[in-house]
Nanobody, 119 residues
């Protein structure tokens, strides 16, 4: 079973940037499409972005399109989410997760990393 650890969250001012990392152990992330979702306490999950294992295509939710970029570093077995032009409404706990495709259910995810956008 693959284990995922999210990191890189923190407190940032509106308009600022953060780079989230999704580091894997136990298996290579090359086997999986990797999605990022966010979930606030008591709220439903919101898909944020996904990178396909098959063709490397990337997908973004409308609310982050043009601001966030998902990428892989195969050598480091890590997936990143570069978040620019952050807004207060981006405040959430962000998780990365394995999935068979970018349209498939989330399978494994980590503890998440807190992103807080506030002035």
């Amino acid at each position: 079973q693959v284990q995922l650890v999210e990191s890189g969250g923190g407190l940032v001012q509106p308009g600022g940037s953060l780079r989230l990392s999704c580091a894997a152990s136990g298996s290579t992330l090359d086997y999986y499409s990797i999605g990022w979702f966010r979930q606030a306490p008591g709220k439903e999950r919101e898909g944020v972005s996904c990178i396909s294992s098959s063709d490397g295509r990337t997908y973004y939710a409308d609310f982050v399109k043009g601001r966030f970029t998902i990428s892989r570093d195969h050598a480091k077995n890590t997936v990143y989410l570069q978040m620019n032009s952050l807004k207060p409404e981006d405040t959430n706990v962000y998780y990365c997760a394995t999935r068979k495709t970018c349209l498939a259910p989330y399978e494994h995810w980590g503890q998440g990393t807190q992103v807080t956008v506030s002035s």
